[in-house]
């Protein structure tokens, strides 16, 4: 069982927040103050995933909306979707 290094994790989302980055993904500015579970709040990305071999460090994360991050992971997940085109 892999130990999550929380305070790590905590001062990482502390320097963010202080920074307040747009997200990386869309480039809009994300609202620091929204509740953890709104859609547009703020949520750390690993840019190589943690599952993939990528640190739990600065390096390696940038700030991103909640639903911009499930987005991705989806498109990662289930690439086949995009090639059958928008549904919008
Ligand atoms: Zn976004």
């Given at each position: ?24 993904i ?42 911009c ?20």
């Amino acid at each position: 069982m892999i130990k999550r290094d929380s305070a790590n994790r905590h001062r990482m989302r502390a320097r963010i927040k202080r920074d307040q980055p747009a997200c990386h993904i869309c480039g809009k500015a994300i609202d620091y103050t929204l509740p953890h579970l709104d859609p547009w709040s703020f949520v750390i990305d690993h840019v190589v995933p943690l599952a993939k071999g990528g640190a739990d460090a600065m390096g390696n994360v940038k700030a991103a909306h909640r639903q911009c991050n499930s987005k991705k992971r989806a498109r990662i997940v289930a690439p086949i979707v995009r090639r059958s085109g928008s549904l919008d």
